[in-house]
């Protein structure tokens, strides 16, 4: 028995009944299914490794034989009429210079609004069909509204990185849902969850350039701290041209993929100073002359057609000849911003192509500039700008024109998160009607973008006018680089990319378009694309208008319009009364449309789907939080509710015998609207801003330092409701003894900044300027407790 055992086991090892479990595989490799496994041609294996035939090493998949690197960038909030090389006032030399060796295209489209034009882009895939019909702070809980990208649709960091590219990401990411955006994850929708190796950057919608809450992969990180001299979208550049040089270093073939998205042009319109000066008196025209003098430009350029309209500007907007003189003077200097946060974002994205020049490698890389995730932003509400935008659109405030006259100089700077008047918005996407938001007109949605390629493109310095649509960026790398769309990621299997590869426009500049259907919506602005025809209803809400609903029934209570794009480039000959019938037919193609891509329910609420009671809450119900230290970067949505209620805070402490035991114990959001329980100058603080207003901020502080040793230090919260943004009396009592009473007058009604909650120390800007962070806490906290009321 031992011996037919032996012989059983000599033929099993003789090579030739066996074979690796790839052995079989002459398709190798199969692209269509995600992960590719590794392959190693079959060999003889014996019992001996002398009888043995030592086997290749395993084949791992690479990218297509001569596959380029490849550059997609894309700005933020800038409209088709803002950059130079679409005849915009703001020099972008990067922009133009790439656009003279590639091929400019004037009918580029976005969803008009971030998180969904961002999800579109790196999936192929309809906002809603990737569940990011609204930004993620706005969700809901319907399929196509609760920003949980499924994972039937891959991403294009996924399929890259699976078919042997080296990728990154660098910039903005409004697509990881606000409960998931702590260190603690689920991580699964990051960037680096989505296949992406590299990420360094910040989560949500906006960012401050000075002070900015990024995170290396999933890592938090604050490299503005003790460094005077920072901003981030030199920062950004700067980590990205070290990531590529890492790529070449460890490997001098494999093709790498940057995603490279800054925040800029986003308020805050932040920028260096001697960039802003660059623009001083530029913009005394106003926004109304400015339009024109793009138009004309324009048309100068050959970047719109000789027949296009200039759509008048609705009388709702505010007009520079109704301005004061120093009012005029602020509204000028936050274009000035603008424009020097767009011109030195675009300096950096060209710091970045020079690298890879000097590399020797322009020639075959892919290079895809997006000018704009939707048209520039008109949200705010008063015609001459704001000094804080969340404390705006988010919380109501109302800019003082005095306030903002006497700290004019202080626009674009740290001390500001400035944004400007909804007429310079109009004005950056000229020549359409409406702006961001507005996804039923080409002010919201229509962007620009250039593309190049010297080994491919050869066409360079030409225009393409077929119509093309951000989910079209996907299938256009993948066909670009020889890579299939896959059937299957991680045994998922993948719903079909939806967009359509305009690699076709590349040698052909008259070639018939292909993407011939689009829908649009975005808080229930609504259009449908169909060959040729724009069908779309007109807003009800202006852009700036943030609270309360726009109608009853957004499914009826709007009405419709009708364009011939063939006959009207700029969507201005209304033709509805003239051509029912091709209404009603364009109508019918967006209910189909709609219906397929998971648009329903219509839904045109704003700031209120943002207040926590609408919002996923996993800690729903919970009153009582204990932390401990180490606790950074925790959103609002896994942080205690501290606003339009009573709370209170309470530490237990151990303070060291050092003269001052300073440093923060709790705090939450930041400068622009925040609170923090600290320790100044040792003794027990409460500090809180409402606004970045000097009238808006209270500190209330015991007159006595805190002894050495065990501590339990209480604030008490208690607000004077009902209703929201009210007053509140605090009271601070340090081991049972009240020690400090104080009073505020109002509160923040709906929205912190996005700094997060933070325990012993500040991780973003601080509260007040009574210190600077991080401010960690010299003492040991044992923990902290937060009880809401």
Known sequence: MKSISLLILSIAFSGVLSTPCNAQNTTWPDRTNLPVQPYQKPTKIAPSLKESVTPEWPKLISAPKGAPNVLLVMTDDVGFGASSAFGGPIPTPTYEKLASRGIK?????????????????????????????????????????????PKNCGSIGEILTMNGYGTSWFGKNHNVPNAQTSPAGPFDLWPTGLGFEKFYGFLGADCDQFAPPLYDNIEPASPFIGNPDYILDEDLANQAIKWIHQQRAASATKPFFVYYTPGTAHAPHQAPKEWIAKYKGKFDMGWNKLREMTFARQKEMGVI??????????????????????????????????????????????????????????????????????????????????????????????????????????????????HFSHGWAHAMNTPYQWDKKIASHLGGSRTS?????????????????????????????????????????????????????????????????????????????????????????????????????????????????????????????????????????LQDVFMAEAKK?????????????????????????????????????????????????????????????????????????GYFGGLALTLLDGKPTFLYARSNYPTE??????????????????????????????????????????????????????????EGFNIGEDTGTPVTLDYKVPFKLEGVIEKVVVDLK
Not at 115 to 126: E, F, Q, V
């Open 597 to 669: 891509n998971k648009v329903f329910p219509l839904d045109d609420r704003y700031v209120e789907r943002l207040l926590p009671q609408n919002r996923e809450q996993p800690n729903v119900g919970r009153k009582s939080f204990t932390y401990y230290p180490g606790t950074i970067r925790i959103p609002a949505e896994l942080a205690p509710n501290l606003k339009n209620g009573s709370f209170s805070i309470t530490a237990s402490l151990d303070i060291p015998k050092s003269a001052n035991s300073d440093g923060i114990i709790l705090t939450q959001g």
């Open 697 to 754: 901020k209270w500190k209330i502080q015991s007159s006595g330092k805190l002894s050495p040793g065990k501590n339990t230090v209480v604030a008490d919260f208690k607000y004077n409701g009902p209703g929201m943004g009210k007053g509140a009396t605090v009271t601070i009592s340090v081991n049972g003894k009240n020690v400090a009473t104080g009073d505020i007058t109002a509160t923040v009604p709906v929205a912190f900044t996005d």
């Open 105 to 149: 295209y004037n009918r580029f489209h976005t969803t008009a609004l971030c998180s969904p034009s961002r999800a579109a882009l790196i999936t192929g895939r309809n906002q809603h069909q990737v569940a990011t019909g609204i930004i993620m702070e706005l969700s809901t809980p319907y399929e196509g509204y609760n920003s949980e990208v």
């Open 305 to 418: 057609p000789q027949d296009a309209v200039l759509n008048p500007t609705p009388d709702d907007y505010k007009k520079w000849d109704d301005l004061t003189p120093e009012l005029k003077k602020v509204c000028a200097r936050e274009m000035e911003c603008y424009a020097a946060a767009l011109s030195f974002a675009d300096y950096q994205i060209g710091r970045l192509i020079k690298t890879i020049e000097d590399m020797g490698e322009l020639d075959n890389t892919l290079i895809i500039y997006i000018q704009g995730d939707n048209g520039s932003s008109a949200e705010d509400p008063s015609g001459i700008g704001m000094t804080s935008e969340i404390g705006i659109v988010a919380n109501g405030n109302v800019d003082d024109p005095k306030f903002m006259y006497d700290h004019i100089d202080e626009l674009g700077g740290p001390k500001m998160e400035n």
């Open 449 to 585: 973008m250039v593309v190049s390629w010297p080994d491919r493109i050869k066409d360079v310095g030409s225009m393409r006018s077929q119509f093309t649509h951000i989910i079209d960026v996907t299938p256009t790398i993948l066909e670009a680089v020889k890579i299939p769309q896959p059937k299957t990621i991680n045994g998922f299997k993948q719903e079909p990319i939806t967009g359509t590869s305009f690699v076709y426009t590349w040698d052909n500049p008259k070639a018939p378009e292909r993407h011939t259907t689009q829908y649009f919506e975005v808080i229930a602005n609504r259009g449908i694309y169909h060959n040729g025809w724009l069908a779309n209803t007109t807003p009800i809400r202006l852009p700036w208008v943030s609270m309360g609903k726009s109608s009853e029934d957004p499914v009826k209570d709007y009405k419709w319009e009708l364009y011939d794009l063939t006959k009207d480039y700029s969507q201005s000959k209304n033709l509805a009364a003239q051509n029912p019938a091709k209404l009603k037919e």
